[in-house]
């Protein structure tokens, strides 16, 4: 395994917001590798293993053009959080560790009509509301049970499954990413073991960094768009972050192990076992793409149940009317997606994993949470996106610290104490869960969006300041 660690000497500037590791960096290398960042984040994204791991990614068999990585990146599992990389869906390979543990981890943006002034008074009660109605923590249930085949529908079928029960709307399938379904889902590739863990996780947030925020839109940038989207300002919405749980992690470790011992058949050699991948085409990918499929079936059904969740409390805190509350988006960023691109003056159909990174097409709204004591934003896809990054952007803030460091360093009194300060209500199950996610433990989300707003690949529309926080 080569361990050499690129430099920041090795990087070569493309444009402003665009840096390039050439193919001649390492003699395995089939495309460059580039990553979206600035010259104020060029050492945070040296700071730690991603970039040897982005240049890991150019090694894999099918990839084309370039392997990518977003301002948000940091070491991860196999890709680093914040890559992106296409293949051939004919000579290229499927990756689990180019989707992530979490399939489908995601975010729904929540709209309502009201306005800050309405519900300042009473924040803590609607903390307390949404801690009740949304369960959170490592294997918690929740309230929704699966009896006979309903596991395998929701599997199959995903959001439109639970349309039927009550649960979802057709207007909230028309403002969800793939109309929260993707068809080729097959629970029969999904393993009893995985199915287990996930019979009682619908409309629960997990741990880590997974969270219900309420917020208010503090700042519009575009006024066209945001009036597309609903959305005004001081008006108080709702962002949930989370995704497959337990059933999504099973899959990845159940086809990780699957794909390392099957590597040898199809003769793929990598820098990283991390990487364990094997062509779209076999039997063993396509087997990984229909359990895939059915973990983001999942997890979108997941969203849509805390959202449902979410109308609870809220109706339980200021009375009837829960229809106030509406989806302006939901969206991926976990995923893979086969989709249509030009490569070398052909349209040709890829496979493209997105881990730790959002789909930005012209005009479809994208989600980039930030930490839970700063801002969040809503942005518009860009058609340069399409041209430059296979139709992505960033996700998040993105960690420039561990979470054993940031258990080492931060204080949770003094964490508390300062989000107090700033008017930000925090239920949190978990001390541990609570400091791992501190503010300092993240990359600056207004440079991070800074970055691909300027590089054209995703347009600022509204900030969003937090002033509900509920986590594990």
Known sequence: ???????RSDLRKMEDWLWEIPKSFRKDMRVPAQVYTSEEMIDSVLGDKSMWQLVNMTT?????????????????????????????????????????YDINCGVRLVGTDKSFNDVKDKLEDLAQAISEWVPSGVGKGGRITFKGSDMDDVLKNGVPEIVKKGYATEDDLDHTESGGVLSDADPRDVSLNAKKRGKDQLGTLGAGNHFLDVCYVDKVFDDKNAEKMGLYENQVVSLIHTGSRGLGHQ????????????????????????????PLSSEEGQQYWRAMCAGANFAWCNRQFIMWELRQA??????????????????????????EYEVDGKKKKLIVHRKGATRSFPGQTVLIPGTMATSSYVLVGQETAMEKTFGSTCHGAGRSMSRRKARMTVQPQELLKRMRELGIVVVSGSTRGFIEEAPESYKDIHNVVDVVDSAGIAKKVVRLRPVVVVKC
């Not at 395994?1 to 430099?7: I, K, R, S, T």
């Not at 990389?85 to 000579?91: G, M, N, P, V």
């Open 60 to 100: 894999l068999p099918g990839i084309q053009k370039y392997a990518l990585a977003m301002p948000d990146v940091h070491q991860g599992y196999g890709f680093p959080v914040g890559g992106v990389a296409a293949f051939d869906i004919k000579d290229g390979v499927i990756s689990p560790g180019g989707i992530g």
């Open 251 to 278: 899959i990845a470790t159940d086809y990780v192990r699957l794909h390392m011992k099957a590597m040898s058949k199809y003769g793929i050699e990598l820098p990283d076992r991390e990487l364990a991948c094997v």
């Open 314 to 339: 809220w109706d339980q805190v200021f009375g009837g009317g829960s229809d106030r509350l509406n989806l302006v988006y939901d969206i991926a960023h976990n995923i893979a997606k086969i989709e």
């Open 1 to 7: 395994m080569d361990q050499v660690v690129p430099q």
